[in-house]
């Protein structure tokens, strides 16, 4: 089983639509999380931090459940610029030495006007 | 603006050769990561960076060593370049301290292909 899981897409969705997508991880060690944002041919940046309580930035909600070990992402109003792959990356907290940082393979967006 | 740059954008090189991949950032980051980015694969480990001259092996480290001599520059070394090695190469860096410790800034990238 992967550490960090991903439903790879592709997800094709009109503008203005609404689209969620999920993540699960496998180590409750876990410690933080994140979403990052890849255009095509282009390095990963980060969208947003996952914090315990949910947080939403604009169009953009992350969640996370720690009981169930996910983490979501919805994006409302969809926008032909949110067309992108959606990394899910997990940071996991180790005693033994630094972090260790895990992506998901990415969820493939695709807005259509 | 963190900036983090890599020394091509492109290469291609014969099998068996010796290749250098260098990474560069500005803002004085503690941590730099190298990752390999293939198809349904995602981004793989190579090698991590947690200060100069330390290193820890990532999940895929077999045919690659790195060097960091400096804060600033983090270098992948294939010893001798195989076509299994084609692939999209990102660096990174971080900070482990203050407000955005754990957010990675990725360079553009260099798609090596190995012929």
């Known amino acids: 089983r992967k550490e960090v899981e991903q439903d790879p897409g592709p997800f094709n969705v009109p503008e203005g639509a609404t689209v969620a997508f999920n993540c699960t991880y496998s180590n409750s060690a876990s410690q933080s999380f994140f979403w990052y944002r890849q255009d095509c041919r282009k390095e990963p940046k980060l969208l947003m931090s996952?914090?315990?309580s949910g947080n939403e930035d604009g169009r953009f909600t992350a969640q996370l459940n720690r009981a169930s070990q996910y983490i979501s992402l919805l994006i409302r109003d969809s926008k032909l610029s949110d067309s992108a792959t959606y990394l899910c990356v997990v940071n996991l907290f180790r005693w033994s030495s630094a972090s260790k940082i895990i992506f998901g393979s990415g969820t493939r967006l695709s807005i259509r006007p | 603006d963190v900036k983090v740059t890599q020394s091509s954008r492109y290469l291609v090189k014969r099998t068996g050769e010796k290749v250098f991949l260098e990474c560069v950032q500005d803002?004085?980051?503690?941590?730099m990561f190298w990752y390999r980015q293939d198809p349904g694969l995602g981004l793989r480990l190579i090698y991590f960076s947690y200060d100069v001259k330390m290193k820890e092996k990532g999940d895929i480290p077999e045919g690659y060593s790195v060097s960091r001599e400096k804060k600033e520059r983090f270098s992948l070394i294939l010893e001798s370049a195989s076509t299994n090695q084609t692939s999209m190469y990102l660096c990174?860096?971080?900070?482990?301290?203050?407000?955005?410790?754990?957010?990675?800034?990725f360079g553009p990238g260099t798609r090596l292909t190995v012929t």
């Open positions: 803002m004085d980051h503690e941590n």
């Open positions: 990174a860096s971080r900070t482990t301290s203050g407000s955005s410790s754990y957010e990675q800034y």
């Open positions: 996952v914090y315990s």
